[in-house]
């Protein structure tokens, strides 16, 4: 067999493992409520042992919300890493923090699911939180890649650790003003709606 197509296969068979153990832990946490939706409960549901569903979440609660693993969120920040044409800063380092995100926010089969979930249980954004703290030092070599690939040099000296805490609360405002409105409105406007924050107050200070 070809490395190449076994490498398609194994990651493959992986995506579809995680996907049946959020799916799993969503429906078990909607159904029985979410202290009752334990580890083995979650495993059993999905077909795998619980060895196998630490191989993907470090607890339920990462699996209720679709906290990506470590290997993931570094290859979504590298992918995200460089500005597109046209973007500005602000614009740039929010649309990477709604990427690294995206579980959450996106995957329109649980988003509804979760966001009932998160209304009941709002402590679980800091599972999101907390995944991003661990992953810093990416975030911060991915946002002074955007500063230095800025094409107005007056901006390149913008501390990057600033401006990334500076967009992380414009993003974390934004998703919790969504939530509120029962998430309703679509998940694309999350973007310019961070992105409106973030000037606003920048405008404010100056």
Not at 28 to 36: I, K, T
Not at 48 to 61: I, L, M
Not at 89 to 99: G, M, W
Request: aromatic residues 2%.
């Amino acid at each position: 067999m070809n490395p190449s197509a076994e490498l398609g296969l194994r990651d493959r068979k992986r995506l579809e493992t995680r996907a049946r153990l959020e799916r799993a832990a969503v429906s078990l946490a909607l159904r029985d409520g979410l202290a009752l939706a334990t580890v083995d409960a979650i495993s059993e549901a999905a077909g795998v042992s619980p060895r196998t569903f630490f191989n993907y979440f470090d607890s339920k609660e990462d699996a209720v919300i679709g906290v990506r693993d470590t290997a993931v969120m570094a290859e979504t920040i590298a992918a995200h890493g460089r500005p597109s044409v046209g973007d500005d800063l602000v614009k740039s380092v929010v649309r990477l923090l709604l990427a690294v995100m995206g579980p959450m926010v996106s995957a329109p089969d649980l988003r509804e699911q979760r966001l009932s979930i998160i209304q009941h249980h709002p402590e679980l954004l800091s599972r999101q939180v907390t995944q991003m703290t661990r992953m810093a030092d990416q975030l911060v070599a991915a946002v002074r890649d955007i500063l230095e690939s800025d094409p107005d040099p007056s901006r390149r000296g913008t501390d990057p650790e600033m401006l990334l805490a500076l967009c992380g609360s414009g993003v974390r405002i934004a998703i919790k003003e969504w939530i509120a409105a029962g998430s309703t409105p679509s998940p694309e406007l999350l973007e310019p709606r961070a992105i409106s924050l973030v000037r606003e107050v920048t405008k404010n200070i100056q």
